[in-house]
């Protein structure tokens, strides 16, 4: 099939240990693909690095299973998958200890496949990827970055576009392990449950931003505007956590949880409910 040179040309290369350790251990691999794709983009490549412990999975059958089942669940999302072996060694005081490292197979495949790609959406909070990013730009390639938890801020300023995985719609469910309803509100609607970022705040209330959908123009946050992905909803003070303190808002490094409810305010539609930080990048 000949490339349409209009279309942008992106690969996806997930850090899976460094995403499980970090609050991705329920992450969604379809709906990362579709956010990869979300500008009608080809994807070229999507390669998932994994680790096995063979040992473990030998006299272990829950691991065994558990393993082979998440590696098919990524195979039918259409990725490939890099298993890195485990390894054990022994240190000076006899201790046994394994790696699995698969950081350096991640950057080399990332930096030589670059060649043939317009963007590269890479999907760990590691900083010993920085340098592997700048050489990625300095082909032509942009490099966007998805973590969660613990996330390298070196990274995040390298990356030509950052996001919290928090805030893709549905990539980590919200729904904290509770059984799914068939007719919960989805993602955006009254009554789900949402994650934003303050971008506002004065005197006792603001206004929490959150995406609604998987737009193309991520970088259009004027909510007035007809083609921006992003929605809002006010709150009020009183309806923040206890470990917030207000003045320290607005804040693009708090990520916030919240139900949305029918707002009272006039200037939006939605009202934010049921305040919960769940998570904080230092800059």
């Known amino acids: 099939m000949q490339h349409n040179p209009s279309t942008v040309r992106a690969a996806v290369y997930v850090d ?21 794709s979300r500008d009608g983009a080809e994807l070229v490549r999507l390669n998932a690095y994994v680790s096995f ?16 089942r998440f590696y098919s669940l990524l195979r039918d999302f259409g990725y490939k998958v890099l298993i890195k072996e485990v390894r054990w060694y022994e240190d000076e ?10 950081d350096l197979d991640l950057a080399v495949d990332m930096l030589l496949q670059s060649e043939h790609l317009d963007r590269v959406l890479l999907v760990t909070g590691d900083g010993d990827f920085t340098r592997v990013i700048t050489a990625v730009q300095n082909r032509g390639c942009r490099v ?15 990356s030509d576009l950052f996001i919290s995985g928090y805030l893709i719609p549905d990539l980590v469910p919200t729904t904290n392990g509770a059984p799914v309803v068939i007719d919960t509100p989805g993602w955006g609607e009254v009554g ?19 995406l609604r959908v998987h737009g193309a123009k991520l970088w259009l946050t004027d909510t ?13 003070d009183s309806n923040l956590p206890d470990n917030v303190d207000p003045l320290h808002l607005p804040s693009y490094s708090h990520v916030f949880q919240f139900e949305l ?10 009202e934010a409910k049921n305040i919960q930080m769940i998570s904080w990048m230092p800059t």
Do not use: W
């Open 16 to 36: 899976t240990a460094n995403m499980y350790r970090n609050g991705g251990y329920r992450m969604r691999y379809d709906v990362l693909r579709e956010f990869a």
């Open 53 to 68: 412990d063979a040992d473990r999975a030998r006299t272990d059958p829950i691991y065994e299973k558990s393993t082979q």
């Open 93 to 102: 005081n006899g201790k046994r200890y394994g790696k699995a490292n698969a």
């Open 144 to 158: 966007e970055v998805v973590a969660l938890d613990n996330t390298s801020s070196d990274l995040r300023r390298e």
């Open 192 to 210: 789900s449950i949402v994650r934003g970022t303050c971008y506002f705040h004065k005197l006792n209330y603001g206004f929490m931003r959150f």
């Open 224 to 236: 007035q505007h007809p083609d921006s992905p992003y929605d809002t909803a006010y709150f009020h």
């Open 261 to 270: 409810a029918e707002s009272r305010h006039p200037s939006g539609k939605f």
